[in-house]
């Protein structure tokens, strides 16, 4: 009797994979991490669009609404409004607050709200985008759009 997957190891290996066995120079393979956001391209904030059924999204892969995979970047205005705030880093140092922000094209997002002590920022708050030297990769920050409010 012939076996299919028996037979199939009688043939040669492929012999054009990597070879794994090499060492490989960690300085060559090194990830350097980008200044900031990649969404945020000239202080515009980017986000995608799905091209079949049109939903706005920020930092996904696939259409929440469809699944599709087929996406447009389309830059923001930049504003929003604050839908859940809360104070975070009180057990590491100085609390901030990090708030959900409903975009005006209809995606949400998280983000730390700089210039306003996290007792000041309610739900509701008008923010826009802003720029701050302080921020780890990847994370953005907005700014009360109504100064009054920051302090």
């Known amino acids: 009797m012939i076996h299919p997957v028996i037979d199939s190891l009688d043939t040669p290996l492929n012999h054009d994979t990597p070879d794994w066995t090499t060492p490989v120079d ?4 090194e990830l ?3 200044e900031g956001p990649v969404e945020v391209q000239d202080g515009t904030l980017h986000f995608q669009r799905c091209c079949w059924c049109n939903t706005p999204s920020f ?3 696939l259409c929440p609404a469809c699944g ?5 970047s389309e830059p923001s205005t930049g504003t929003g409004v ?3 705030v809360a104070a975070v880093g009180r057990n590491a140092g100085v609390p901030h607050p990090l708030a959900v922000i409903a975009m005006n094209e209809g995606f949400r997002l998280r983000a730390r709200i700089i210039g306003a002590a996290p007792g000041r920022v309610h739900q509701g708050a008008l923010v826009r985008l802003a720029t701050y030297a302080g921020l780890r990769s990847q994370e953005l920050a907005f700014q009360l759009c109504d100064e009054s409010y920051a302090r």
Do not use: H, I
């Open 68 to 72: 599709c995979t087929d996406m447009t």
């Open 32 to 34: 350097v991490p980008p």
């Open 59 to 61: 930092r996904r892969l």
């Open 82 to 84: 604050v839908r859940r």
């Open 26 to 29: 960690p300085a060559a393979t």
